[in-house]
């Protein structure tokens, strides 16, 4: 089993839809949960991060992590175009600065 | 700030020469981190430093891989001798408080 598991998509949603990517993880003692964006050719960048159950919104992009299901998604409010992208979830246990990443779900935002 | 700055930004080389990819961390960042990315094993985590010392090494695939971070404001990977296995992308990042922060990479192509 992977530690982190995210489907590979790809996953396409209408514009002005919202966008579900869903990431579990395989290790209880994890405690940092983060998102990033990757484009085609470039390299990752964070959109969020979360700590706590529960959700965490930043702008159109919304963070839910549930500890006891081990389970953390990110949800994109009216998609753009510009959404388009892999996003990659990653974990970490406390006081580790190790980052362990799925292998993303590729997201595509028709126009 | 000009981010984290890696070099070569592209490299071709043939099976048995060595390689050598050079990484500038964010002025002030204490930790580095190095990755690889390929499509069938994602992003993996090879070696990462925390004030110059190396901390996990765990993911150096073989003896053919070393890193190096002399000071706080360099470090390099190299692989000697290098094989087509190696072709890949190699991230290097930086990490302040809870963001690691990715520099534009290196694409590494070994015939």
């Known amino acids: 089993q992977k530690e982190v598991e995210q489907n590979s998509g790809p996953l396409s949603v209408p514009e002005g839809a919202i966008a579900s990517l869903n990431c579990t993880y395989s290790d209880r003692g994890s405690q940092s949960f983060f998102w990033y964006r990757q484009y085609s050719g470039k390299s990752p960048e964070l959109i969020m991060f979360?700590?706590?159950?529960g959700d965490k919104e930043d702008g159109r992009f919304t963070a839910q992590l549930n500890k006891a299901s081990q389970y953390v998604s990110l949800l994109i409010r009216d998609s753009q175009p510009s959404d388009s992208a892999t996003y990659l979830c990653?974990?970490?246990?406390?006081?580790?600065?190790?980052?362990?990443f799925g292998t993303g779900t590729r997201l595509t935002i028709i126009p | 700030d000009a981010g984290v700055i890696q070099s070569p930004r592209h490299e071709v080389t043939e099976m048995g020469q060595e390689v050598t990819l050079r990484c500038k961390p964010i002025?002030?960042?204490?930790?580095l981190f190095w990755y690889r990315q390929t499509m069938m094993r994602g992003l993996e985590l090879l070696i990462y430093?925390?004030?110059?010392?190396?901390?996990?090494d765990s993911g150096m695939p073989e003896d053919r891989f070393s890193a190096k971070m002399p000071n706080a404001s360099f470090s390099t990977l190299k692989i000697q001798p290098s094989e087509p296995r190696d072709s890949a992308v190699y991230f290097c990042a930086s990490r302040t408080r809870e963001t690691q922060y990715f520099g534009p990479g290196t694409r590494l192509l070994v015939l």
């Open positions: 430093f925390n004030n110059n010392v190396p901390i996990d």
């Open positions: 002025s002030g960042h204490n930790s």
């Open positions: 979360i700590y706590s159950n």
């Open positions: 990653a974990v970490t246990n406390f006081g580790n600065e190790k980052l362990t």
